[in-house]
C-alpha cells in the first residue's frame, strides 16, 4: 500500500511563500513505487469541493490551474521519494487544507482518479 504523509504548511502572510513536501513510501499491489505513479496536489477550502491545484507525470510534464499559474510549481524527487510544492506569492485564496494523492491511472488530474492519498496539511494565508 502507498502511504503519502504531507509536511510544510502552516500561517503566512499575502505575499509570502511556503515549500510543502509529500514523502511517499510502500508500493502498489502490483509493486509500483512512486516513481511509476502521477502525482498531484489538491486543495479543499472550507464549504468548497477539493480541487486539482498541480499535477506532475512520471516523466515530469506539468499541470497547472490558471489560478496558480506563475507562483505555484510542482516537482519530484523520485531519489528521495518526495513531491514538493513550492508556492509564491500566496493570496488569501489560496487558503485551504492542501493534499498530496497518487495515481496508477495515466492520465486525468480528477480528484476520483487518485487512488493514495495524505492525511492534509493546511495552509492559512492572512490578508
Known amino acids: 500500500q502507498v502511504q503519502l504523509v504531507e509536511a510544510g504548511g502552516g500561517l503566512v502572510h499575502s505575499g509570502d511563500s511556503l515549500r510543502l513536501s509529500c514523502l511517499a513510501s510502500g508500493r502498489t499491489a502490483t509493486g509500483m513505487t512512486m516513481d511509476k505513479l502521477r502525482m498531484a496536489w489538491f486543495r479543499q477550502a472550507p464549504g468548497m469541493e477539493r480541487e486539482v491545484v498541480a499535477g506532475?507525470?512520471?516523466?515530469?510534464?506539468?499541470y497547472y490551474i490558471d489560478s496558480v499559474k506563475g507562483r505555484f510549481t510542482i516537482t519530484r524527487e523520485n531519489a528521495k521519494n518526495t513531491l514538493y510544492l513550492q508556492m509564491d506569492s500566496l493570496k488569501s485564496d489560496d487558503t485551504a487544507v492542501y493534499y498530496c494523492a497518487a495515481t496508477r491511472a495515466p492520465m486525468g488530474w480528477a480528484s476520483n482518479g487518485f487512488d493514495y492519498w495524505g492525511q492534509g496539511t493546511q495552509v492559512t494565508v492572512s490578508s
Open positions: 506532475i507525470g512520471i516523466l515530469e510534464t506539468t
